[in-house]
């Protein structure tokens, strides 16, 4: 498998900055779709830890990737547990992601270098997260915490977040525009995305222009924040 350090795999998140949120029971299924996205421009795809051995579709598609694509940056969602987390860094996870912060998860990411983002919901729980060596903290859910005007005012007194939403981020240029502008520097996308449509179509070249037009979006969205500082 290719190395792919931690330094590295959070570069490459934050200058991705939309991050696919995946999952299928089935192992083709999986393949094409992230295929799809890293053909798109998102080459970091969380994979979220919800079916029946699910950590099993993870590794067959892991171990997919090594030799089809290794640009490939797979990584995990939906870990609430330290246990969980190990497996799935064994199996190829090269990022962990979850719902709630867990310090032990923290621990075991820290421990393998392993960039860990807990979902968090106050400036308490992001500054608990911060304390555990979390450099991208996922808020969660996004709009149900108060949105793009949460992100603000965390900014304020914590300007040194790195702030990930997942939930209530959709792929058009007013969403995308209000949160990048708060201050995030990366998000999470699922179904808004990765369409049910989409996937029962098995139109994997819709994925692909859904992602790369999502992709080219932020980076247009940040080039012009950017230009106004």
Known sequence: MAVKDRMAVLSAMMDQAVIPVFYDADVEVCKNVIQACANGGAKCVEFTNRGDFA?????????????ADPSVIMGVGSIVDAPTAGIYIANGAKFVVGPLLNADVAKVCNRRAIPYSPGCGSASEIGDAQELGCEIVKVFPGASVGGPEFVKNIMGPMPWTRIMPTGG????????RKWYSAGIVACGIGSNLITKALLD???YKGIEDNVRKAVQLVKTIKAELHAKK
């Open 55 to 67: 950590s099993h579709v993870f590794l067959e598609v892991t171990r997919h990737f090594v030799k």
């Open 169 to 176: 981020v959709d792929p058009t240029e007013e969403s995308l």
């Open 201 to 203: 179509a098995k139109d």
